[in-house]
C-alpha cells in the first residue's frame, strides 16, 4: 500500500468518524428538543430558551461536522484521483509504447485500435476529474441568532398545543445579519466561473 493509499484510507476513516459524530449531535438536538417542549408545557419559559439554545448549537454542530466530512470527503476524492492518475499514466505508457509499435508497421487499423482506447481511457479520466472538482464546494457558518430561538420555542410549542407567554412576543428583537447581496452572490459566481476557466 503505497502513501497515498493510506492517505486515502485515513481520510475515509476521519470523514466516516465526522458523520458519525453528527449523527450523535442530531440525536443530541432531538433530546434537546424534547426538553424544550416538555419545558413549555410545565410555563418554565426561561429553562425553555435554555433548551431551546442547546437544541440550535447541536443542530449546528451537527451542520459543521457534515460539512467538515463533505470536505474531508473531497479531498479524498482527489487523492483518488491522484491514485487513478498514476495508474492512467502507467496505461498511456503502454499505449505510446503501442503506438510506436504500430508505427513502425503502419498498420492502421492498429494505429486506430490504439488512438481509439487512448482516447476512451483520456475521455474516463476527463469524466473522473470534473466529478471530483464538482464535489467541493464551500459553505458558511451558521449562528444562533435569538430570533432562531424564539422561532423554534415557538414552533415546539405549537407541536405541543401550549401558548407562549406574552414576554416571549415582546422580547426585543437582535440585529439581523444580513448574508450577501444578490450581487455579491453574482460577482462570486463570476469570479469562481473565471477561476475555472
Known amino acids: 500500500m503505497s502513501g497515498l493509499e493510506k492517505a486515502l484510507f485515513n481520510l475515509k476513516f476521519t ?4 458523520n458519525r459524530q453528527a449523527a450523535k449531535a442530531g440525536k443530541d438536538e432531538i ?6 417542549k416538555k419545558a413549555i408545557q410545565q410555563n418554565h419559559t426561561d429553562i425553555a430558551k435554555i433548551y431551546a439554545q442547546n437544541a440550535i448549537r447541536k443542530q449546528n454542530e451537527k451542520l459543521n461536522l457534515l460539512r467538515l466530512a463533505s470536505r474531508i470527503d473531497a ?7 491522484a491514485v487513478t492518475m498514476r495508474q492512467v499514466t502507467g496505461s498511456m505508457a503502454n499505449v505510446v509504447r503501442g503506438m510506436d509499435g504500430a508505427m513502425k508497421s503502419m498498420d492502421l487499423e492498429k494505429i486506430s485500435t490504439v488512438m481509439d482506447r487512448f482516447e476512451t481511457q483520456f475521455e474516463d479520466l476527463d469524466v473522473a476529474t ?8 464551500s459553505a458558511t457558518a451558521v449562528g444562533t441568532p435569538q430570533e432562531d430561538v424564539d ?5 415546539v410549542a405549537d407541536e405541543a398545543g401550549v401558548e407562549l407567554q406574552t414576554e416571549m412576543r415582546n422580547a426585543e428583537a437582535p440585529v439581523k445579519v444580513q448574508g450577501p ?11 469562481l ?3 475555472r476557466n
Open 15 to 18: 470523514a466516516k468518524q465526522l
Open 130 to 137: 470534473g466529478y471530483y472538482e464538482n464535489a467541493t464546494s
Open 75 to 81: 479531498v479524498s476524492s482527489r487523492v483518488q484521483t
Open 193 to 195: 466561473r473565471a477561476l
Open 151 to 155: 422561532r423554534l420555542m415557538s414552533q
Open 31 to 36: 433530546a434537546e428538543k424534547n426538553k424544550l
Open 181 to 191: 447581496t444578490e450581487a455579491q452572490e453574482e460577482g462570486l459566481g463570476d469570479r
